[in-house]
């Protein structure tokens, strides 16, 4: 039957010319935006000190900054030595105790970046810092040793770090967090050290 | 026009299927997740390579730890949760590594990382196969995650499909929360000693 | 052959080349396991005999029984290894462990108990197996050291199993019978 062949032959020329034309518009707009979302990056927001950045994980709020010859301890170095203390709060959302925090706040400077990792203290009992638990706001003081030859700084520009959930990863398929940009800037004042800085 | 409809309904089948059969593959995690030995507070829970016996539950709103005549204040914004026990191993010289306490709503909280310094404390605790220790475990938390709390011990918290001891705290609760409590040294015996002011 | 016939052998085919597949790639894990592996066989010297083993010629020559507490005990290990080929020896890392009649492994303690001070100072002071150990040697003369263990009182059958992993595929024991 010739007549009712070549009906099924359109069909199925009608079939594979719409999944054709279908798919290969998936790709073309996916391919699209993702062009568009790196040529249009989203402008991370500045703000000022005591607004609350809610980076999906963390809650963080910076407070404020001040240099001191003194580390939140209150034991003086045996050299004399210039702190940069950050007061900050944090709030954990996710289901864990983490300590994800520590890598996700940085000075954003042109210098090159201030080498030890700062040391976060507890501001309620000036003991060091580990996770942070979720459920449970935390005051803390992040401390970064300022090198001797660089001059104090007068402002200060706080990168904050965002992670993003992901229940299956590429690799695995394992549950885990992943950073994920910059969430916001924070720019505040430094107010200099109180005390005089000679012994 | 039968045909067309049938054909519609299959393909909503298929990915009715599909969907269903991608939510209820199990991820990673969970494929790889420790295996769970239930037991409860005041018993001895055992794995194949070590047990372990939570004794007694303590809560309090501070911790005061005495060494060698100074004495550090440990304070927290929820409570402590003091828990004293012992852990033996069976089979190889180990250190319990990892310990947490599951909330009722399944939020998981990390061992308080401050107290590494007292002597028993579990995760500074090296265990010989034979020679049960007694052990501490101290956590930092909410007041409301107490309640219906889980502890759990493993030897690491990144051995997959190793036993974890899931300990139910029942009716153990303690019934007040102390101001505060004070872990000193002790002269023999256990390691330290626990007091509440 | 005809269409219908092709389709049945296909299928049957696949019962068999299906697990075959899953075993081919798993071959290495299969053979890794603990129910397959092939077990090596250990090196076993019995009280105190000489024994060549990674590079050189090694030798129990005294396990201690000192007391600790109530329910534990300190074994105080105490051998001994002429390097026969130095630059094999201080190619491995070397770990040695106690282990006792019902199989359980016992670590090294990395300091000296108070107990082995008092009565061995001289032991005490031996280096703990290892590259750092073997450095110091000169020229064939055999290098002392000891290792201290706990273990609960009635621990009986010991025997100190070395592995030299990067010089020895094998595994040293040394059985000890006496005391």
């Given at each position: 039957?010739?007549?009712?062949?070549?009906?099924?032959?359109?069909?199925?020329?009608?079939?594979?010319?719409?999944?054709?034309?279908?798919?290969?518009?998936?790709a073309a707009i996916s391919f699209a935006?993702?062009?568009?979302?790196?040529?249009?990056?989203?402008?991370?927001?500045?703000?000022?000190?005591?607004?609350?950045?809610?980076?999906?994980?963390?809650?963080?709020?910076?407070?404020?900054?001040?240099?001191?010859?003194?580390?939140?301890?209150?034991?003086?170095?045996?050299?004399?030595?210039?702190?940069?203390?950050?007061?900050?709060?944090?709030?954990?959302?996710?289901?864990?105790?983490?300590?994800?925090?520590?890598?996700?706040?940085?000075?954003?400077?042109?210098?090159?970046?201030?080498?030890?990792?700062?040391?976060?203290?507890?501001?309620?009992?000036?003991?060091?810092?580990?996770?942070?638990?979720?459920?449970?706001?935390?005051?803390?003081?992040?401390?970064?040793?300022?090198?001797?030859?660089?001059?104090?700084?007068?402002?200060?520009?706080?990168?904050?770090?965002?992670q993003i959930y992901k229940p299956r990863?590429?690799?695995?398929?394992?549950?885990?967090?992943?950073?994920?940009?910059?969430?916001?800037?924070?720019?505040?004042?430094?107010?200099?050290?109180?005390?005089?800085?000679?012994? | 026009?039968?045909?067309?409809?049938?054909?519609?309904?299959?393909?909503?089948?298929?990915?009715?299927?599909?969907?269903?059969?991608?939510?209820?593959?199990?991820?990673?995690?969970?494929?790889?997740?420790?295996?769970?030995?239930?037991?409860?507070?005041?018993?001895?829970?055992?794995?194949?390579?070590?047990?372990?016996?939570?004794?007694?539950?303590?809560?309090?709103?501070?911790?005061?730890?005495?060494?060698?005549?100074?004495?550090?204040?440990?304070?927290?914004?929820?409570?402590?949760?003091?828990?004293?026990?012992?852990?033996?191993?069976?089979?190889?010289?180990?250190?319990?590594?990892?310990?947490?306490?599951?909330?009722?709503?399944?939020?998981?909280?990390?061992?308080s990382q401050r107290f590494s310094t007292?002597?028993?404390?579990?995760?500074?605790?090296?265990?010989?196969?034979?020679?049960?220790?007694?052990?501490?475990?101290?956590?930092?938390?909410?007041?409301?995650?107490?309640?219906?709390?889980?502890?759990?011990?493993?030897?690491?918290?990144?051995?997959?499909?190793?036993?974890?001891?899931?300990?139910?705290?029942?009716?153990?609760?303690?019934?007040?929360?102390?101001?505060?409590?004070?872990?000193?040294?002790?002269?023999?015996?256990?390691?330290?000693?626990?007091?509440?002011? | 052959?005809?269409?219908?016939?092709?389709?049945?052998?296909?299928?049957?085919?696949?019962?068999?080349?299906?697990?075959?597949?899953?075993?081919?790639?798993?071959?290495?894990?299969?053979?890794?396991?603990?129910?397959?592996?092939?077990?090596?066989?250990?090196?076993?010297?019995?009280?105190?005999?000489?024994?060549?083993?990674?590079?050189?010629?090694?030798?129990?020559?005294?396990?201690?029984?000192?007391?600790?507490?109530?329910?534990?005990?300190?074994?105080?290990?105490?051998?001994?290894?002429?390097?026969?080929?130095?630059?094999?020896?201080?190619?491995?890392?070397?770990?040695?462990?106690?282990?006792?009649?019902?199989?359980?492994?016992?670590?090294?303690?990395?300091?000296?108990?108070?107990?082995?001070?008092?009565?061995?100072?001289?032991?005490?002071?031996?280096?703990?197996?290892?590259?750092?150990?073997?450095?110091?040697?000169?020229?064939?003369?055999?290098?002392?050291?000891?290792?201290?263990?706990?273990?609960?009182?009635?621990?009986?059958?010991?025997?100190?199993?070395?592995?030299?992993?990067?010089?020895?595929?094998?595994?040293?024991?040394?059985?000890?019978?006496?005391?």
């Open positions: 039957m010739p007549v009712m062949r070549r009906s099924k032959i359109r069909r199925r020329l009608l079939v594979m010319l719409v999944t054709g034309i279908g798919g290969m518009a998936a935006s993702a062009v568009y979302d790196a040529a249009n990056p989203v402008a991370v927001p500045t703000i000022g000190k005591g607004q609350t950045v809610d980076t999906g994980r963390w809650r963080v709020t910076i407070n404020d900054a001040h240099m001191s010859s003194t580390p939140p301890t209150g034991t003086k170095p045996f050299e004399p030595k210039r702190f940069l203390l950050v007061d900050l709060e944090l709030d954990n959302r996710s289901m864990a105790s983490s300590n994800a925090f520590m890598n996700l706040i940085t000075i954003k400077d042109e210098g090159a970046p201030l080498q030890p990792k700062p040391t976060y203290y507890l501001a309620r009992d000036k003991w060091i810092a580990s996770a942070i638990n979720p459920n449970m706001p935390e005051k803390l003081i992040a401390v970064w040793e300022w090198p001797a030859d660089r001059p104090e700084p007068e402002t200060l520009s706080l990168s904050i770090g965002k990863d590429n690799l695995y398929g394992a549950p885990n967090w992943f950073g994920d940009g910059e969430a916001a800037v924070v720019a505040l004042a430094v107010a200099q050290a109180a005390e005089p800085t000679e012994q | 026009m039968i045909s067309a409809l049938r054909t519609l309904l299959l393909c909503a089948l298929a990915i009715a299927m599909l969907y269903a059969m991608r939510e209820s593959m199990p991820g990673y995690g969970d494929i790889t997740a420790p295996i769970a030995v239930r037991g409860a507070v005041g018993e001895r829970v055992e794995t194949q390579d070590f047990a372990f016996g939570a004794a007694s539950v303590h809560l309090a709103r501070a911790v005061k730890v005495e060494s060698f005549g100074r004495v550090k204040d440990y304070s927290t914004s929820g409570v402590w949760l003091i828990i004293e026990g012992a852990a033996v191993a069976k089979t190889e010289t180990m250190t319990l590594m990892s310990a947490e306490w599951q909330a009722g709503n399944g939020v998981r909280y990390a061992l007292v002597s028993g404390y579990l995760p500074t605790e090296r265990l010989e196969p034979g020679l049960p220790r007694p052990v501490l475990l101290a956590f930092e938390l909410p007041e409301t995650a107490v309640d219906k709390g889980t502890l759990l011990v493993a030897r690491s918290l990144v051995m997959p499909l190793a036993e974890e001891l899931s300990i139910a705290l029942g009716d153990r609760k303690p019934t007040e929360i102390k101001p505060s409590v004070t872990i000193s040294r002790s002269a023999g015996g256990a390691p330290w000693t626990l007091a509440a002011r | 052959m005809s269409e219908k016939r092709t389709f049945w052998t296909c299928l049957v085919a696949l019962i068999v080349v299906l697990p075959l597949a899953f075993v081919v790639r798993a071959w290495e894990s299969l053979r890794e396991s603990q129910w397959l592996a092939i077990h090596k066989v250990d090196i076993v010297a019995e009280d105190g005999a000489p024994q060549a083993f990674a590079g050189g010629q090694w030798k129990l020559l005294d396990m201690r029984r000192l007391p600790r507490s109530d329910d534990a005990r300190i074994i105080l290990a105490e051998f001994e290894a002429s390097p026969t080929d130095p630059a094999i020896l201080s190619q491995g890392a070397c770990r040695v462990r106690l282990v006792d009649g019902k199989g359980r492994r016992f670590e090294p303690v990395a300091l000296a108990e108070p107990a082995v001070r008092k009565m061995y100072p001289e032991v005490a002071d031996r280096p703990r197996c290892g590259a750092l150990a073997f450095t110091d040697a000169k020229g064939g003369a055999a290098v002392r050291m000891a290792e201290s263990f706990i273990v609960p009182a009635e621990a009986r059958d010991l025997s100190l199993r070395i592995e030299f992993p990067g010089a020895s595929e094998e595994t040293l024991v040394f059985r000890w019978t006496r005391s």
